[in-house]
């Protein structure tokens, strides 16, 4: 193997590792130690790849948000109809919340965590949020009269969120069940306007 490939490897266990903590012990109280110890890498090498801790946090999340949208990808490439699609999103998340993996969004922590608008741990929560609400704009767009698409997907998008805290929260099933109910009445009130 290459030192190029090494190097990379070694960068993706550094951020494998940091997720794992990140998600159960949250973000501020996962210091830069404990990832190099659990990751079992030199100092040097996580400095290397990841000059300060809000890069490496930056990282994970992108990470999470392209393996999210590579998983609702694979649901979709399916010739599946807009209203299956969309209840695909619902269905993957209560998968989620039923998985023993589940500990919360990690964008939502992160959110909880680092606040601030102009904070590069906020733009990329701020990214992972926009990419949902677009895919579910853009499936709308293919059903819904223009114009209602924003509304419709800023909507299911507001379900899905609040369904998860309340995952969190362990009311996963009654959240989620609620939760589509209220996407199948209002996609269904799409189809009478």
């Not at 946090?57 to 949208?69: G, Q, S």
């Not at 649901?75 to 500990?103: N, V």
């Not at 924003?150 to 929260?169: N, S």
């Amino acid at each position: 193997m290459s030192s190029r490939a090494i190097a990379a490897e070694k960068r993706q266990h550094i951020i494998e590792t940091a997720y794992t903590l990140f998600k159960r012990d949250g973000f501020h109280a996962t210091g830069i130690d404990r990832i190099i110890a659990e990751a079992e890498v030199a100092k040097m090498t996580m400095y290397r790849h990841f000059p300060s801790k809000d890069g490496l946090i930056v990282e994970v999340l992108n990470w999470r948000a392209d393996r999210f949208k590579r998983q609702l990808d694979r649901l979709s490439e399916t010739a599946m109809m807009p209203d299956e699609k969309i209840t695909a999103i619902f269905d993957w998340h209560e998968r989620w919340f039923d998985s023993p993996d589940f500990h919360g969004c990690l964008f939502q922590h992160a959110l909880a965590e680092f606040g601030e608008p102009d904070h590069a741990v906020f733009e990329a929560v701020m990214r992972q949020k926009r990419d949902l609400q677009d895919r579910i704009r853009n499936i709308l767009a293919q059903s819904v009269p223009e114009g209602r698409a924003p509304h419709i997907a800023m909507t299911l998008f507001m379900l899905i969120e609040g369904a998860t805290m309340l995952a969190q929260m362990g009311q996963g099933k009654a959240a989620i069940d609620n939760a589509r109910k209220v996407a199948a009445d209002l996609l269904a009130m799409r189809a009478r306007q």
